[in-house]
């Protein structure tokens, strides 16, 4: 079993930064793939950007490439999502998810509760 917990969500204004942390616990050594989604009301949810554990190796959707990195911390099992350059359009709770398989379009196995994250004036 694997637990995530998302922090690091609030209030910024449009043009603000925040980063956002995905804390890993329980059987963390079965984890290849983590990745972070977001879901607006309303919306469908979105996927964001994955990480592969070991490696490193990062992709970020097209929509926020140049403007959201995502990055890991293994000594703490946890995940960032450094967020820049806020749109309103980015307002969203955030989920954290990890995949045992390496495979692009398997799916995932554990998730996050979700953190929300506001861009307003």
């Known amino acids: 079993q694997v637990q995530l917990v998302e922090s690091g969500g609030g209030l910024v204004q449009p043009g603000g930064s925040l980063r956002l942390s995905c804390a890993a616990s329980g059987s963390i050594f079965s984890i290849n793939v983590m990745a972070w989604f977001r879901q607006a009301p309303g919306k469908e949810r979105e996927f964001v950007a994955t990480i592969t554990w070991n490696s490193g190796s990062t992709y970020c959707a097209d929509s926020v490439k140049g403007r959201f990195n995502i990055s890991r911390d293994n000594a703490k099992n946890t995940v960032y999502l450094q967020m820049n350059n806020l749109k309103p359009e980015d307002a969203a709770v955030y989920y954290c998810?990890?995949?045992?398989?390496?495979?692009?379009?398997?799916?995932?196995?554990?998730w996050g509760q979700g953190t929300q994250v506001t861009v307003s004036s």
């Open positions: 998810a990890a995949k045992r398989s390496g495979s692009f379009r398997s799916p995932y196995d554990y």
